[in-house]
């Protein structure tokens, strides 16, 4: 069995609702995302029931605090057990070392978010943050290689520069996927699986395609069959 390469995306308000999905799904084809939202109405209480119950869990909570905040609140996502944590890269090189330093090597994976897609350049130039979008995107990541994290979470369509710039050892995690034939709800910039693991991404976070599927587990299924013809 390969290791599964969907995150499912728990963008859920209650524990009743991520669960009710997540006994549909089977640990074995996908790992979970647990962010914000999720996490801020239920603790850590859900995310220890999904690793008991065999999950591998992203703690989506993007950390950007002083270096020491940051390294306690990551040191603390990862005796939980969780699979995959991230930071904010904005924070800078001392926070991502110092969060790098908190989390042993060969435990959880330790990733940071870039630029945000929500962030266009009116935005940049609103905070004084000088260059475009992608100029920003490939400064912060190489930052954060760096600084000794384990990847990033990018746009697919921005993966296979990364890809090139990063090397083959370094994680890029994509939102922002839809299957062919699937609308893209509010995502403006999609990519099929196909396409996301052609430019180089590891891992596809895909929320609505499977949580609002008739048939999740049907839906995952096929997503994993695209990404297995893929390779
Ligand atoms: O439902 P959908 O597949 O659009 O969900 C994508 C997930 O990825 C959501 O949890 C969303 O917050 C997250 N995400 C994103 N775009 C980013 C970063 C994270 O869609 N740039």
Redesign the pocket.
């Known amino acids: 069995m390969n290791e599964p390469r969907i995150i499912v995306?728990l963008?859920f308000s209650s524990a009743e609702q991520a669960l009710d999905l997540t006994s549909r799904l089977d640990p074995d084809l996908c790992r979970l995302?647990v962010?914000k939202e999720l996490f801020t109405a239920t603790g850590p209480g859900l995310i220890e029931k999904l690793i008991r119950d065999g999950f591998d869990i992203f703690l989506d909570l993007k950390y950007h605090d002083i270096p020491n905040t940051v390294a306690n609140a990551c040191k603390a996502a990862a005796d939980m057990g969780v699979w995959m944590l991230n930071v904010h890269a904005m924070g800078g090189r001392k926070m991502l070392s110092a969060a790098r330093e908190a989390i042993a090597p060969g435990t959880a994976k330790l990733i940071a978010v870039t630029l945000?897609?929500s962030m266009d350049q009116d935005d940049l130039n609103d905070i004084g943050l000088q260059g475009n979008p992608e100029q920003i995107v490939l400064r912060l990541a190489a930052l954060t290689q760096a600084c000794g994290l384990d990847g990033v979470?990018c746009?697919a369509l921005e993966a296979r520069q990364l890809r090139q710039m990063t090397g083959p050892d370094f994680h890029l995690v994509t939102?922002?996927?839809r299957p062919q034939e699937n609308n893209s709800?509010d995502?403006k910039r999609v990519t099929t699986p196909t396409a996301a693991i052609k430019n180089g991404s590891d891992y596809l976070?895909?929320?609505?395609?499977i949580t609002q599927a008739p048939d999740p587990l049907r839906a995952l299924e096929q997503l994993n069959q695209e990404i297995r013809q893929t390779r």
Not at 205 to 209: L, N
């Open positions: 995306a963008d995302k962010g945000l897609t979470v746009s939102p922002g996927i709800d995502q976070v895909i929320g609505r395609p």
